[in-house]
């Protein structure tokens, strides 16, 4: 195979459709210099490479080094320099890029091919020893990091020492011979941390370099970050190898990052910050606070530092130029990276803008306004997930507010919670179920686990482009980063603003809308839907097949659904109902009675309040298909267990407590999952199902009467295997139906069907199907049993798998297509054979993941069912599926 892509001087080996093989980053530069773009000259190592490296124990194919020496030379006709010149010596970047970018997840390295020898041209060459010297510091720093394992601290600690002893506060108040002083320092620090004096020889740095970037992706921030983006392992990452270009020389170099348009508003203005003579990370580890690119973002932000606009107008003219070039060619938000070098501008990256759910849908109506891209496309632009966002709190305006501090709104959402300063601290809390604001001077990618688990960010150092930032949109979640009058004190665990001081566990809200930061808790609004989404939504509805309902089993949530666009329930678990402490004494009472005349009792005080609970429901989803699945959990969940209870019962009943306890150790279950639940419970005890067929009947009736909708009641029997149990249950609920038609006087319809969660129910539908109207694929259970994998239990060794890429995915987040979904498939494909207008549906935690939902497209389900929350996540997702 060929294992190394060129790019440079106009054209390109490689081009952006090849982001697998090359990784996003690789393939964007390629394209880019296509394009004919100012892209540094370099080569791809392609992500086959990195899939080989890890299954030949860390090895490379043979052929590779030929390869990336034909590159090298590429690159040195294009430079006119060589590795390791005495007077031009070539000095290149080594930079990681997956499929997906992982932004801050691994690592890159700069400036190598420098070496106590090739410092000297470098200083000459650019007439300029300081910035020589200052590049070859970074170099080891960065590569004794990173490839040597010598932590980024141990060198800081040296250099703090340096400024310490000078009196000095910023690193561009050091002088040549100080760097040059600590380079020695650094060498050192690596002879003693390693055994081995810092590599000289370019080649050696170069395989050292492209080794630790593929190791790389599989150190634990990486693997971390895979888990919660469900990134597969498999994918491996690429390695670009790239000729250098300064932003570290002087006054009239810069480098910087930008996006084409507002990555949190969404509004058409070029938004980003830049550094004036730094180098690389600069801008986004928050050591300085940059600059804004714009004259406009600058006046807003009321900054008095110049912006890029003013400081180098024929270089930000150029760049401006680049951007509208970029945006028109991929027709979407780009997120870009450059460096200036004695005013000329160099491009380093280019990828779509990661953005807010709120920005992806402006930019997406916008540019179907502009004529950018049609409604279809813009329906595909939305990741469905990214919903989510709108759909959380945020402040209300009326509230009484005590403001702590104002800083950027990095991303949108409000969220309180209790201080914590340690990402450690983040996780305890929230593992214990207790909100929490992660405060940091700034955050890094080790902090990925605590900002997932803590509900909003709050950093006092950083833009809107720092890792905090960045970060915190990605997941959705608020964050304000960069006050810079805050002050946090990690030692003390104080954090204080205008002479307020708080401490860890004290409650404060953020809003990462307004940036605002406020002390205590303060009550918040259900976020108004914006004229865009509804744009868009009307968009998607227009194009998707499949209907979306919502799994509800109380009012309050039948009717967020609704709001949010369900088209009826696809699932009532009925057993919610009966765990209401109210009733459970009842159910204890039906269940421990020991003859059909005191379960009789038991559920005749059921009856109405079941009832009560129906036409509720019916009556909100006023006309629109309602499923109600009788009871399905395991008996045992009912079982009264400490003495005190069953003495309750006993009383109740004015049975013998003795008598009950031994009767509750018979209904004890090893396997109550497996065991005495479903459809079992209507076989053992007909009279719950008659029970549950009659409050269902009278509540369409009297829901019927009050709303002058009719209800067409969908009733379904879980757990079933064999056709002949839900023949069973049928001829009760249809005798029900009978006997309430006769009382009332009233006729109507309904449907029986059955909840298919068991893989003899799938390769049994034909047979099944006899019996029942609707199939819905409970996929929770189906994925459970399929597998023969216990849900409950699962969390403790699938996180094992995912970690060993023995599976990409959580099988019960998302619906495993070649097993589980077979069974689907099995299923529809025999319960139509027998009954060709059978109404088919999904009702797990699948029916509302958009991976999912793309598959029952492709088996032609009638609809999906799924939270609430997940409604208009599963109304896009559908309509992406049909296009
Ligand atoms: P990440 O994926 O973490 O963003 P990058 O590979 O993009 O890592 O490198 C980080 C930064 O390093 C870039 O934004 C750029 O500023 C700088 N950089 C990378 N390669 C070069 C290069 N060839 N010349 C100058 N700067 C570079
Ligand atoms: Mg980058
Ligand atoms: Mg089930």
């Avoid at 080569?43 to 590159?71: S, W």
């Avoid at 801008?283 to 300085?288: S, Y």
Wanted: glycine letters at 10%.
């Amino acid at each position: 195979g060929k294992w190394v892509y060129t790019f440079g001087d106009g054209s390109a080996e490689g081009d952006a459709s090849q982001r697998d093989l090359l990784g996003g980053k690789g393939a964007n530069l390629a394209e880019m210099a296509s394009l004919g773009l100012p892209v540094p000259p370099g080569m791809t190592i392609t992500t086959e490479v990195c899939t080989y490296f890890y299954e030949h124990d860390r090895n490379y194919p043979p052929e590779l080094e030929a390869e990336v020496n034909a590159a090298l030379d590429k690159i040195a006709a294009s430079t006119g320099r060589t590795f390791g010149d005495p007077k031009m010596p070539l000095l290149v970047s080594v930079r990681s890029g997956a499929r997906i970018s992982m932004p801050g997840m691994m690592d890159t390295v700069l400036n190598l091919g420098l070496n106590d020898d090739t410092v000297g041209a470098l200083a000459e060459n650019a007439g300029d020893e300081r910035f020589a010297v200052d590049s070859y510091r970074r170099f080891i720093q960065m590569y004794g990091d990173v490839v040597l394992g010598v932590e980024m601290r141990n060198f800081d600690e040296h250099l703090e020492a340096l400024k310490e002893e000078k009196g000095i506060e910023l690193d561009t108040e050091l002088t040549a011979d100080d760097w040059r002083g600590l380079i020695e320092v650094y060498k050192e620090l690596v002879l003693k941390e390693t055994g081995k004096p810092f590599p000289q020889d370019p080649k050696d740095q170069l395989w050292g370099a492209i080794g630790a970037v593929f190791g790389s992706w599989r150190n634990d921030r990486a693997i971390t970050y895979r888990r919660l983006h469900q990134i597969p392992e498999r994918w491996g990452t690429a390695v670009t190898v790239q000729a250098m270009v300064f932003g570290n020389m002087g006054d009239t170099s810069a480098t910087g990052v930008a996006f084409t348009r507002n990555p949190s508003t969404g509004e058409k203005q070029l938004y980003g910050e830049f550094l004036i003579n730094a180098q690389g990370e600069d801008v986004v580890a928050g050591i300085r606070t940059p600059q804004d690119i714009t004259e406009r973002a600058r006046i807003e932000a009321g900054s008095e530092r110049p912006s890029l606009e003013r400081s180098l107008p024929d270089a930000f003219k150029q760049f401006r130029e680049v951007c509208d070039k970029l945006e028109g060619h991929y027709r979407d938000v780009q997120d870009l990276e450059f460096t200036i070098e004695r005013g000329k501008l160099w491009m380093l990256q280019t990828r779509a803008g990661k953005r807010t759910a709120k920005a992806a849908l402006k930019i997406a109506v916008d540019m179907v306004d502009e004529g950018l891209i049609s409604e279809d496309e813009a329906v595909k632009r939305i990741e469905p997930n990214s919903l989510d966002q709108l759909l959380h709190p945020m402040i209300d305006p009326k509230a009484k507010t005590d403001q702590f501090a104002k800083a950027l709104p990095a991303s949108p959402g409000a969220a309180s919670g209790e201080i914590v300063f340690t990402s450690e601290e983040a996780e305890r809390l929230a593992a214990s179920g207790r909100p929490c604001i992660l405060c940091r001077i700034e955050t890094s990618p080790e902090d990925i686990s605590g900002m997932h688990a803590a509900g909003g960010i709050f950093t006092t150092r950083g833009g809107m482009t720092s890792h905090a930032a960045v970060v915190a949109r990605g997941m959705g979640k608020p964050c304000v980063s960069g006050a810079g009058g805050v002050k946090i004190d990690y030692a003390k665990g104080t954090i204080s603003s205008n002479g307020v001081t708080l401490k860890a566990g004290d409650k404060i809200t953020i809003d990462g809308g307004t940036g605002e930061v406020f002390v205590g808790e303060v009550p918040m609004l259900k976020p108004e839907l914006s004229g865009d989404f509804q744009r868009l939504m009307g968009w998607a509805d227009g194009t998707r097949r499949m209907r979306v309902r919502t799994n509800a089993d109380t009012p309050h949530d039948a009717k967020t659904a609704r709001e949010f666009g369900a088209e009826g329930i696809g699932l009532c678990r009925t057993e919610h109902m009966f765990f209401d402490p109210a009733r459970i004494m009842a159910m204890r009472e039906m269940i421990l009675a020991d003859d059909t005349d005191g379960r009789r009792a038991a559920l005749d005080k059921l009856l109405p309040m079941q009832r009560e609970d129906f036409t509720q429901l019916f009556e909100i989803m006023a006309g629109l298909p309602v499923t109600i699945r009788l009871l399905d959990p395991p008996l045992h969940e009912f079982i009264p267990h400490t003495d005190e209870e069953i003495s309750d019962v006993a009383r109740a009943l004015g049975a013998d407590p003795e008598k009950l306890k031994n009767r509750a150790r018979m209904l004890a279950e090893f396997n109550p999952m497996l065991g005495h639940r479903g459809v079992r419970l209507a076989v053992s005890y007909p009279e719950i199902a008659e029970m549950q067929a009659r409050a269902i009947f009278e509540a369409a009736i009297a829901a019927a009467q009050k709303t002058g909708a009719p209800v067409v009641p969908e009733v379904m029997v879980p757990l079933v295997g064999l056709k002949s149990e839900l023949e069973f249950v049928k001829k009760r609920i249809d005798a029900t139906a009978k006997a309430v038609s006769e009382e009332t006087g009233q006729t109507f319809t309904y449907q029986v069907g059955t909840m298919v969660e068991l893989p003899r129910a799938a390769l049994n539908a034909d047979k099944i199907a006899e019996q029942a109207e609707f199939f819905s694929f409970g996929t929770n259970d189906l994925t459970q049993t399929t597998f023969g994998i216990s849900r409950d239990d699962a969390g403790v060794f699938l996180g094992s798998y995912l970690r060993e890429a023995i599976i990409d995915v959580d099988p019960f987040v998302s619906l495993d297509t070649e097993g589980v979904g077979e069974l689907i498939r099995i299923g529809a494909e025999r319960g139509r054979a027998t009954r060709p207008d059978i109404k088919l549906g999904i009702c797990g935690e699948h029916g509302g993941d958009p991976a999912s939902i793309k598959f029952c497209e492709t088996v032609k389900l009638d609809y999906v069912s799924c939270s609430p929350f997940r409604v208009p996540i599963a109304r896009l997702a559908a309509a992406q599926a049909a296009l």
